[in-house]
């Protein structure tokens, strides 16, 4: 039986901006989060679950003609809060970026040939943690910090990644299988 690998597509972030998050995750260290671990920080583009060997192959060239169509282009990190919106509890601690036309063009345009359906409008986000549900519960509602903070870091992106994610006991592992180039 061949094996099943766990593929996303993403973007990953140049080490300084990957140390600027982490140095915020201190902030909330009292919270019942599991924080991401800095080498693990990026930006899914597209989660494509389990592929065998075959179908990684064929994920991988699709990718490479969809990254030659677009060019480079700058993701805005404008702030820090609870994600997604609106839920409550919530799941996640997150970084968000301004949404922003090439980035959308990307995602849009590797949905349409990785034939996978991409439900609502996206802005960039990192997920810096995870909120311990049970956990949380247990803090009383007017005890639970407000989790909000506006910050300006900027970056370029080159390149969109293909990521192996294993699931190990100390959390996930990820592997960049290929790496894409956009076209300047």
Known sequence: ?????????AINLPEDIK????????KWSELPIKWTKKENIHITLIFLGYL???????????TKEAASRHSSFLV????????????????????????SEK??????NLSK????????????????????QMEWRRIEPEE??????????????????????????GGPEYTILESEVLND
């Open 144 to 169: 639970r910090p407000e989790v909000e903070k506006d910050i300006d870091l900027t970056f370029e992106v080159n390149s969109i990644e293909i990521m192996e994610s294993e699931l190990k006991r």
């Open 52 to 62: 065998n060997s075959e179908e990684l192959l064929e994920i991988c060239k699709i």
């Open 76 to 99: 805005k990190l404008i702030k820090i809060c609870y994600g997604p919106p609106k839920k409550m509890p919530p799941r996640m601690i997150w970084a968000e970026g301004e949404k």
């Open 113 to 132: 040939v990785l034939n996978i359906r991409e439900g609502r409008e996206f802005s960039p986000h990192i997920t810096l943690g995870r909120v311990r």
């Open 1 to 9: 039986m061949s094996q099943k690998h766990r593929v996303f597509i």
């Open 19 to 26: 140390k600027k998050l982490t140095d915020y995750q201190e």
């Open 103 to 108: 980035f959308a063009a990307l995602r849009d």
